[in-house]
């Protein structure tokens, strides 16, 4: 079963390729063609995704965020027992 982390950020990732695809797509209709096509798909697809996916980034975010400070409370506590011993 995927973590909350890992799902959030595979659905982001899904969705941020499929806005990707979709630019291109457009593009290649409207004759655009080579690397402008690729670039311009690119620099669309970031825009829209960046006002779009901005809840589902956050929620990322948060959980990454999350288990960052999970892991270094983690370090922190074996840092001392360390220091301890």
């Known amino acids: 079963m995927l973590s909350n982390v890992m799902r959030a950020t595979v659905n982001y990732t899904i969705l941020r390729l499929l806005l990707f695809f979709a630019a291109l797509i457009v593009l290649y209709f409207l004759g655009v063609g080579g690397i402008a096509m690729v670039a311009l798909a690119a620099v669309i697809s970031a825009l829209i995704s960046f006002v779009v ?31 301890i011993d």
């Open 53 to 83: 996916l901005s809840r589902l980034r956050d929620s990322m975010s948060i959980s990454l965020s999350a288990k960052v400070n999970r892991f270094r409370e983690r370090l922190d506590e074996g840092t001392r027992s360390e220091d």
